[in-house]
């Protein structure tokens, strides 16, 4: 039966996830992280993601779906399976708090990805993230809350380019680690770099080529340093 399941104290800012069927809205009320896991298949149930087990014609108004219209239309008037069908292959609607959240953490990934990705063409120094945020706030950048950080990169740092020089470089390094440290620093370097050729010497010391992102070099070696007390050589051979 229709009936009435009122959010008086969230009536203004509700996340809600929409679908049409057979000219009705049916919505219901979401944690829009957990809706988003769920869309992805990183959440398995649906239940999860609902503020509240109700499918409705109308949530801000409180007005429920009625579970005859829900059954012809959706094959099951459980609110749970309704809502998983809602959740796929609806649309959300999401406030303008949380969108803004979102953009928020979206744009300290993109700032992220350009202080380790990229350099100045002309110190083959990483730029701080302090001067990256700058740039984005005098270019104007519109991030796009929705849209992956490796998506929506390129663009951006054409924006950027006429106010910050960039270069996405990856620079090649030799590095040799002594015997007592090699073993147990190997990991360390297999996390943080891509090795692209590798020996053990016959006195135990490991050497090899390795690659990385500009801006992630310092940090790198800093962790390499510290874990070998200083012991390992590198010498840079050339950047790409």
Known sequence: MKGHQTFD???VSLDIAR??????????????????????????????????????????????????????EFGSADPVKVAAVILKDGEMHLTAEYK????????????????????????????????IEAALDQAKVRIDEFARVEDQVQDIIKRLRPILPIRFEVQEFAIRIPPEH??????????????????????????????????????????????????????LLSRK
Request: a neutral charge.
């Open 9 to 11: 104290h969230e009536r």
């Open 19 to 72: 679908i049409r069927r057979g000219g009705c809205a049916y919505e219901i009320v979401i944690d829009p992280d957990k809706a988003i896991a769920f869309r992805n298949g990183k959440l398995a149930d649906a239940s999860e993601t609902l503020k509240s087990e109700h499918v409705f014609f109308d949530a801000r108004k409180g007005d429920l779906a009625s579970e005859s219209q829900m059954e012809a």
């Open 182 to 235: 090699a073993a147990r620093t190997y990991s360390l370097v297999k996390g943080g770099a891509t090795i692209t050729q590798e020996s053990w010497q016959t006195d135990g010391s490991w050497i090899a080529k390795v690659e990385l992102p500009a801006g992630a070099t310092e940090e790198f070696f800093d962790r390499l340093n510290s874990a070998t007390h200083g012991g390992i050589e590198s010498k």
């Open 100 to 131: 803004a959240q979102l953009r928020e953490e979206k744009r300290k990934g993109i700032i992220v990805f350009i202080h380790r990705n990229g350099a100045d063409p002309r110190t083959h120094l990483p730029h701080p993230p302090q001067r």
